[in-house]
């Protein structure tokens, strides 16, 4: 049983899932089904990483009833608008195999293009209507966050971002906790970047545990949701065994000094992708 976290809609989300970029069409459904098995409740996925069909599949066919998995998915750039984004939904849902997705969240703001406003009135329509349960945002900045609520009055209940020791985003995090926002952390493990890091290699040492799960660990304690990816059945089951123990607050600390405000992906600000 892994940790919830409470959304600002009276819903709750695994505090750990799996990521689904990158995973290859052909073994979604399979690394899914494993995933499921070996205990992950929240699955991730999106319009563009092309292999929907596998998600769902792996989620329909699993002994988990469908009530216990936590299904995430995402509309790509290229759909944004009010009716663009209501007919990617549904073509998201069939592809799914599902009635309806537990989250489902504009992958990037795109604020040139400027639709993103009427993206979030169709969500918000999507979720009177049954088709999602919750609704959210990724890759926001805090002047996205701010027009949004201003304009339509509902708050996302999460905004997944590019988090890892390397770009901690304390700033974003702590305009997200007094909006009552989560933070889903995505690239959690930072391209491995920084597991020979001092501070990861000690705490490593210290606890019995990888890198890897002291990074996922450091995520835990600071409040996020995180869904790492792996599609090794040996690596699923070490990115979800990080519940037996805790990071000291001089670790904490420690991996506070890694910040560099270094991303592996694209500036939210900037990236214009269809
Ligand atoms: N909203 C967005 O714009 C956005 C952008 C990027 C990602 N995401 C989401 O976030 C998820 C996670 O991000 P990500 O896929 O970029 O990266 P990640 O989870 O940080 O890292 C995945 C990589 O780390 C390896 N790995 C996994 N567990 C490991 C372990 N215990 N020890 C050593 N290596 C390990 C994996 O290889 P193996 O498979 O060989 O284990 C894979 O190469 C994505 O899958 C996606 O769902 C969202």
Redesign the pocket.
């Known amino acids: 049983m892994t940790a919830r976290l409470r959304l600002n809609d009276g819903h709750s989300i695994p505090q750990i899932g799996l ?4 995973v290859p069409a052909v073994i979604t459904a399979q690394t899914v089904a494993t995933g499921l098995r070996l205990g992950y409740r929240l699955i ?3 319009a563009v990483y092309g292999n929907e069909e596998g998600q769902g599949q792996g989620v329909r066919c699993s002994e988990v009833p469908r009530d216990q998995i936590f299904v995430t998915t ?1 509309i790509w750039n290229d759909a944004q608008g009010h009716d663009t984004t209501l007919r990617a939904a549904e073509a998201g849902l069939a592809r799914l195999g599902l009635d309806y997705v537990d989250l489902l969240l504009i ?2 703001p795109c604020p040139a293009r400027g639709l993103y406003i009427d993206t979030w009135r169709a969500l918000i329509r999507l979720r009177e209507d049954g088709r999602c349960r919750s609704i959210g945002v ?2 926001f900045n805090a002047p996205h966050l701010e027009r949004l609520i201003g304009e339509t009055g509902v708050v996302p209940v999460l905004n ?1 971002i ?1 988090v ?1 020791p390397r770009l901690q985003q304390a700033e974003l995090r702590a305009l997200h906790d007094q909006l009552g926002i989560v933070t889903q952390s ?7 970047k920084s597991f020979d890091a001092p501070a990861i290699a000690k705490a490593a040492q210290r606890s019995g545990k ?1 890198p ?2 002291v990074i996922l660990r450091w995520h835990v304690q600071i409040g996020a949701s995180v ?6 059945e040996a ?1 699923l089951a ?2 979800l065994d990080i519940f037996d123990f805790a990071l000291t607050p001089e670790e904490m600390a420690d991996i506070a000094t890694l910040d560099e405000g270094t991303r592996c ?1 694209p500036d939210p600000a900037r990236f214009e992708m269809l």
Request: net charge neutral; aromatic share 8%.
């Open positions: 990521g689904l970029w990158q991730d996925g999106a995402k992958h990037w990724s890759n997944q590019e890892n995505w690239t959690p493990l930072g391209q491995g990888t890897a799960q869904i790492p990816r792996s599609t090794r690596g070490e990115n992906g």
